[in-house]
């Protein structure tokens, strides 16, 4: 009994290997990690820390110079561009060390951000690429792991060695933070925020490298090539202090991490030092609902890690749906309501920032521009190509004709066309920002604005159901026309209506049927709103009509073809 009692507690109390709890993430750290890695990035990690230490030290008085100097980190009167003059005390300078560690936190938290979240993503979209390539990706796919764990695996193992190189930093990033007297646990807050942002990345990359859009190899370059870009800018965008004014563009730019410093540097005592160099206060007052996340740190920072947590939770259902189907649909049709309702909520929240008529008609014109975009990706996301339209045209021919079945198939299906999901994610949109229109200050400019977004969701129909009929097409390039088409509808009509001079005040019809309609209901007749709108539900009849009679001869002749074949 004893001995039995003893191997029962081996067996319930065994620790796990490594190798049984995540395969993956074993197979990349031992391709990756070895003696001679591990001391190179040794070797770089001390170069960088000792790089940036003497880079700031060079810019402290010199010593062997007389006087007069003038140093950012001097005490004495201001001399010009945050510069100061230099005394010293019995031979000993006086500098502000204060500020002098709060640099080297900023530059070396900056350098660190730049480096996991480009060269990170870079790594994960080229294993990946090259994954596919050589078929491996395939014979992973075959393996008893979950596709979570695989993607954690790839996500975790891949950039290891950046994992190491920017941990082994740390304690300069804490230690410079500490003697720049901003509080340990807002660093450590901070910190949080970036691995949130880096998943939210990774996500991002990993979704990207599984979609087959061609030209593989330039897909690690090209998603690089943007983050490197949007960061740059966006982290100029921080250091010189631009003034945002309240904007929705405020929701773009805190997918930069960077974003939440100023959380951080307002705690310190040398925050008034930063004019000219960052400039804290010209960033703005956060806000939500025309609600101040500012007011206190740990509510700002909580925002902003909710907001990496939320985008990250979508990229990662899609690339578990593509993972293991990746001919299916990014994203679900049921995920696909919540995402709008998330998406527009929180655009909203960024576009009602304060009261002004001037900046709130602005907002609501990049409001209509942002839903725009996410509809394009909406369309690409869930519209379904030839082969499965047809498969689903096929059973749907085998099946009664159950109008509830029917509709219960347009709006979940994961075969069925998008156009009905796509009508109901634009009613989910336009309710939301229709309630949103009552904080209008200027109620004569209401049914103004709700024209504009009605003819806005019109137009984006139009799109949905012209990619969903193109998609149709025989050649295997028939989402490359898709895109060129509705990227041509886009922007030659604005073009070409300015061009011919087709202004709003004389021809407001002609911009109905852009992707702007707005610019011309301020100065249309009712007629003119109801003729519109009609003659955007016309061509959207028109071209639904022709994919459904398409759907309908496809189905036959496919259920024909099956029958022939089995007598």
């Known amino acids: ?19 049984e709890v995540n395969p993956q993430l074993f197979r990349e750290i031992k391709g990756k990690v070895s003696g001679r890695n591990i001391f190179i990035i040794a070797l770089i990690s001390i170069l960088i820390q000792l790089f940036t230490v003497a880079l ?33 005390n019995l031979g000993i300078w006086q500098i502000n060390w204060n500020l002098f560690w709060h640099d080297i936190f900023i530059f070396f938290t900056i350098i660190s951000v730049f480096i996991l979240l480009i060269i990170g993503t870079y790594m994960i979209i080229a294993d990946l690429v090259q994954e596919e390539k050589t078929g491996t990706l395939n014979f992973i796919r075959l393996s008893p792991q979950s596709a979570t764990n695989i993607l954690l695996g790839k996500i975790l193992g891949v950039p290891i060695l950046i994992y190491f190189l920017v941990a082994s930093t740390f304690p300069l990033h804490l230690i410079s933070g500490l003697k720049a007297n901003i509080p340990w646990h807002l660093i450590l807050f901070f910190d949080l925020i970036v691995i949130a942002s ?32 949007s960061m740059w800018i966006t982290s100029t965008i921080f250091l ?3 003034n945002l004014n309240n904007s929705l563009t405020e929701w773009l730019l805190l997918l930069n991490p960077v974003f939440a410093l100023p959380y951080l540097l307002d705690h310190t005592s040398v925050a008034q030092n930063l004019v000219d160099y960052i400039d804290i206060k010209s960033l703005g007052v956060l ?38 189907n ?34 709130l008609f602005e907002n609501f014109i990049l409001l209509k521009f942002f839903l725009l975009v996410m509809f394009l990706g909406l369309i690409a996301a869930l519209s379904p190509h030839r082969q ?21 198939e347009l709006v979940f299906g994961e075969k069925s066309p998008s156009t009905v999901a796509i009508a109901i994610n634009i009613l989910i949109a336009a309710i939301i920002i229709a309630m949103g229109l009552i904080f209008f200050p200027d109620k004569e400019e209401i049914a103004t604005a709700f024209w504009g977004l009605i003819l806005t969701m019109g137009i984006i129909l139009i799109y949905a159901v012209i990619a969903q009929w193109m998609l149709l097409m025989k050649t295997n390039t028939r989402a490359i026309w898709a895109s060129m088409t509705i990227s041509f509808l886009i922007i030659v009509p604005p073009i070409l209506f300015t061009v011919t001079e087709a202004f709003p005040d004389n021809a407001p019809l002609v911009w109905f049927f852009s992707f702007i309609p707005a610019v011309a ?29 398409k759907l309908r001869q496809a189905g036959r002749s496919q259920t024909k073809r099956l029958l022939d074949h089995k007598i």
């Open 521 to 549: 209901t301020e100065n249309a007749s009712i007629s003119a709103l109801v003729v519109g709108l009609l003659g955007q539900w016309l061509a959207i009849s028109l071209v639904s009509f022709q994919m459904i009679k």
């Open 388 to 408: 499965t339209l047809y498969d689903w045209a096929r059973y749907r021919h085998q099946l009664s004709k159950d109008g509830k079945r029917l509709g219960k």
């Open 198 to 229: 880096c998943a939210f990345f990774y996500s991002f990359a990993t979704l990207f490298s599984l979609i087959k859009i061609g030209k593989e190899e330039l897909k690690s370059w090209i998603i690089t090539f943007i983050i490197a870009l």
């Open 287 to 324: 806000l939500f609902y025309n609600q101040a996340l500012w007011l206190k740190a740990s509510t700002g920072m909580s925002f902003i890690l909710l907001h990496f947590c939320l985008w990250t939770y979508w990229f990662w259902q899609g690339t578990i749906r593509l993972f293991h």
């Open 56 to 88: 700031y030290l060079g810019k402290l008085p010199d010593i062997a110079q007389p006087n007069p100097q003038y140093s950012r980190y001097c005490t004495g009167a201001e001399y010009n561009y945050s510069r100061f003059s230099c005394h010293s």
């Open 326 to 359: 990746p001919t299916s649909t990014i994203f679900s049709k049921k995920q696909s309501y919540w995402m709008t309702g998330w998406f527009v909520v929180i655009a909203l929240g960024f576009t009602l920032q304060n009261n002004r008529y001037d900046n």
């Open 240 to 242: 010189v202090g631009y």
């Open 1 to 19: 009994m004893a001995n039995n009692l003893q191997l029962f507690n081996r067996r319930t109390f065994k620790l796990q290997n490594p190798l």
